[in-house]
């Protein structure tokens, strides 16, 4: 199985200001995909990222405010841009294996 | 458009007994594949079991199984010989394929509580 590396686990953030998540994956994978979980939410699906080629954003939610990189098959990043207290949530990033999906252990946001 | 209704906000069990989880689902496919994933504290989202719709056979796995009931849309998970470790948040999730249209819909998901 696929083993994710996501960081940072947690970070308290200003508002106003960026915060980047990263996925590490130890394999290469042709989908990325970025969740958001609201505090005692499901997951939401933020995007999906292809290497090579620009991300696909899910309704209610933009490139300017969660500008997304993958720049090869096993990396990628998520920005949070311009935070406010609404973007405090656990962030996921996820990657499809022929049995399922597997998860990063989530970066815990909170924006003060 | 799929849905994914997991209408019980909470359950609470007995540590050794067993509890069913429900989950119904809403979809115009005839091949997709569903999933209930675990969510304890730590917030690792952890695959719990799969099942893909063309199997008839329900899925099983060590203490986990399913009630699969594709004509009903119907996706339930038992948990027999809960254990306190088996507290979480459970989520169901669907499908529609692999490959470019696969993404993961999920439910709202169900706070299980194991009672020592």
């Known amino acids: 199985s696929a083993v994710i590396s996501q960081k940072p686990s947690r970070d308290i953030c200003q508002r106003g200001t960026s915060l980047t998540i990263q996925c590490q994956v130890d394999?290469?994978?042709?989908?990325m995909f970025w969740y958001r979980q609201q505090p005692g939410q499901s997951l939401t699906l933020i995007a999906t990222?292809?290497?090579?080629?620009?991300?696909?954003?899910e309704s209610g939610f933009v490139i300017d405010k969660f500008p997304i990189s993958r720049p090869n098959l096993t990396f990628s990043t998520l920005t949070v841009s311009n935070m406010s207290p609404e973007d405090s949530s656990i962030y996921l990033c996820s990657v499809e294996l022929y049995y399922g999906y597997t998860f990063g252990s989530g970066t815990r946001l909170t924006v003060v | 458009a799929q849905t994914v209704t997991q209408s019980q906000p909470e359950m609470s069990v007995q540590e050794a007994e067993t509890v069913t989880l429900s989950c119904t689902y809403d979809?115009?496919?005839?091949?997709?594949?569903l999933f209930w994933y675990k969510q304890p504290p730590s917030r690792q989202m952890i695959l719990v079991i799969r099942q893909e719709a063309y199997k008839q056979q329900n899925a099983t796995e060590n203490r986990f199984s399913v009630n699969f009931q594709k004509a009903a849309k119907s996706f339930s998970l038992k948990i027999s010989d809960s254990q306190l470790g088996d507290t979480a948040m459970y989520f169901c999730a669907f499908m529609k394929d692999t490959g470019a249209n696969s993404k993961l819909t999920f439910g709202k998901g169900i706070t299980l509580s194991v009672r020592p």
């Open positions: 394999s290469q994978v042709t989908m």
């Open positions: 979809t115009s496919e005839s091949n997709y594949y």
């Open positions: 990222a292809n290497q090579g080629s620009e991300a696909t954003y």
